[in-house]
């Protein structure tokens, strides 16, 4: 029953497995133990089709028209179209998530994954029939290149599955999922050779988490600290990996690997952490737990010992 | 407010006919005799999701019992939004209803 799991909350599917095992006693006295076993097996393949159909065919029918625009671009010689349209998609994925979430997130994930592979396979199909450089690509060429876009749409649907709304038990999904969207990002701009513009994606990322902090309320300062650092040391760290395992003889590379070697990075780390944590100081007045408006204070002029003497 | 589908308004009768002790297995019985078929249990609870989402509908646990494994049961209640809903959605059908020609008049 696992995927009951996967498809409803807790609380629900708890119910429905309940609901489920009074159902199957029942059956199993009237139709015998075998039926009602079949009959199980058909309600939750119901229960799938039924909770992940609405979210695939929008999946499908989004990748297929984002895939479709980005292809319009590539063919009218706007390159940077494809690159631009994954960003698109994350952040039009996430604020969907907010407008109508998924009850799971194994769901997020799937809908998310699905939109990302639906467009990327219209993109390379596209391009595969109409760039004729491309054509000359061998079958293990073209397996590899899906495989690792399979790779990337893993993790770029992880972290946006876990940054949108939904039950979670750790505070920490928000900044660990924009370290890494924030680490694509910057590998990109990288590669398209927009030093610039992956200064700016940090400069982003570090600002959103500085105010994903500072609206939880997040109190020790060392603990924004960390956080921060954390984004930060992620976002370095796994874009210097992926650019010496990928890009070592590019400049950006060089660029990386010589501030990594006279330690300019750890103090730009630790500069830019400790900057926006004292960023993400909140300076209003803490939020009430209980939910309920904070006493208004007393504005009447008059105190009322003095109205009553008088 | 959003517009029911089909099922969900169903549904949403569904809970209002039972009035108390509303869960998935009595909620799946009257909707069977309300719509003349089968209906699966899945479908119910995506859809009652789906109602509480929309804030028609809101759900309590009771107390677990042995014969289901040790597992509370969810019991739905429907919110004076989801009457609302359910009369929205009635109205509708009655004023389609008008305008379309009775059988056998010309």
Request: proline share 4%; with cysteine.
């Amino acid at each position: 029953m696992t995927i009951v799991r996967l498809l409803l909350p807790r609380d629900r599917a708890d119910a429905f497995e309940g609901d489920m095992q009074e159902e199957l006693a029942r059956l199993a006295s009237r139709v015998g133990p075998r039926r009602a076993t079949l009959w199980h097996a058909r309600e939750v393949a119901l229960l799938v089709v039924h909770a992940m159909w609405r979210w695939l065919m929008l999946a499908v029918s989004f990748g297929a028209i984002t895939g479709t625009v980005a292809l319009g671009f590539w063919a009218l010689d706007l390159e940077i179209g494809t690159y631009l349209s994954f960003p698109v998609v994350i952040l039009a994925l996430m604020a969907l998530f907010r407008a109508r979430p998924p009850q799971t997130y194994f769901l997020r994930f799937l809908t998310a994954l699905t939109t990302f592979m639906t467009m990327t396979v219209v993109i390379y199909a596209g391009i595969r029939n109409l760039d004729s450089r491309v054509a000359t690509i061998d079958l293990w060429g073209h397996t590899w290149r899906l495989c690792m876009m399979l790779a990337i749409g893993l993790v770029a649907s992880a972290c946006t599955a876990l940054m949108s709304p939904g039950k979670s038990s750790s505070p920490y999904r928000v900044p660990f999922g924009l370290s890494i969207l924030g680490f694509g990002a910057i590998y990109v701009t990288l590669m398209a050779r927009g030093g610039w513009l992956a200064l700016a994606v940090i400069a982003t990322v570090l600002l959103a988490t500085a105010n994903f902090l500072r609206k939880q309320d997040t109190q020790p300062f060392a603990r924004r600290f960390v956080v921060l650092f954390g984004v930060n040391a992620v976002m370095a760290g796994l874009t210097c990996a992926l650019l010496f395992l990928f890009a070592h003889d590019r400049f950006a590379y060089r660029a990386w690997a010589a501030l990594f070697q006279n330690g300019l990075l750890y103090v730009e780390i630790a500069a830019t952490s400790l900057a926006f944590a004292l960023l993400s100081r909140v300076s209003r007045a803490p939020r009430s737990t209980t939910g309920r408006a904070p006493d208004k204070p007393d504005l009447d002029p008059i105190p009322a010992e003095s109205a009553r003497r008088s | 407010m959003r517009a029911l589908g089909d099922f969900e308004r169903a549904v949403l009768l569904a809970v209002v006919r039972i009035e108390d002790g509303a869960y998935g297995v009595s909620i799946r019985r009257e909707l069977e005799r309300m719509l003349q078929r089968d209906v699966s249990l899945g479908a119910v609870y995506t859809t009652l999701g789906r109602l509480q989402e929309k804030g028609l509908v809101i759900s309590y646990s009771g107390d677990p019992t042995p014969q289901r494994g040790g597992r509370a049961k969810k019991f739905f209640k429907v919110e004076s939004a989801g009457r609302k809903a359910l009369d929205q959605a009635r109205r509708s059908a009655e004023l389609l209803g008008a305008l379309h020609p009775a059988r056998g008049t010309k």
